[in-house]
């Protein structure tokens, strides 16, 4: 587990750092959405956007781009649940799959996954991928029906679905280049 621990840590740490904390930032017409997570703007671009100001939610629907310094997250849809209290916020990205990909500042390393759906809970500080889940570094992969990350403890937990198995093949020789 500790090895698989360091191929998907790297991506996974600047998720929610990424997806962490929201506030409005205003926009012309012509520009898309910005959010700021932690003094970084993340761009999101998408046919649609609907704001739902008494129950506290933004959604956008419709070929979802969230862009971030080498992170790009594309969906069907992205949920954005209490936009204004970190306490109960979550963001839920759904797609057929949900592709991402990260450049990993430290070493420029690719990390690249899909599943139906990311979940980030923003208080727990944990991610869920969700059905049909896979995350890839090199020739590295897990490959489970949900992953679970807990950012705070470094921990992952892949379950399988229904009479499913986790699957993971590791390359030792490029995680001891990860972690350089």
Do not use: W
């Amino acid at each position: 587990m500790s090895s698989l621990k360091k191929i998907v840590c790297s991506f996974i740490l600047l998720l929610p750092i990424s997806l962490s904390s929201f506030a409005n930032e205003p926009t012309t017409q012509s520009e898309s959405p910005k959010i700021f997570a932690d003094n970084k703007p993340i761009a999101i671009d998408a046919d649609n956007q609907q704001i739902d100001i008494e129950n506290n939610t933004i959604t956008f629907i419709g070929n979802v781009v969230i862009v971030q310094e080498g992170l790009t997250i594309k969906a069907d849809k992205v949920v954005i649940t209490e936009m204004q209290d970190t306490e109960k916020q979550k963001i839920t990205a759904y797609g057929n799959p949900v592709n991402y990909k990260q450049i990993l500042p430290k070493n420029n390393k690719v990390v690249t996954g899909h599943s139906s759906q990311v979940i980030y809970n923003v208080k727990q500080n944990n991610i869920v991928l969700q059905g049909n889940a896979e995350l890839f570094q090199q020739d590295n992969h897990i490959i489970s029906d949900q992953i679970t990350y807990d950012v705070k403890k470094q921990q992952i937990f892949a379950q399988p679905g229904k009479n499913g198995r986790v699957k993971s093949t590791i390359i030792p020789n490029q995680v001891k280049e990860m972690s350089k």
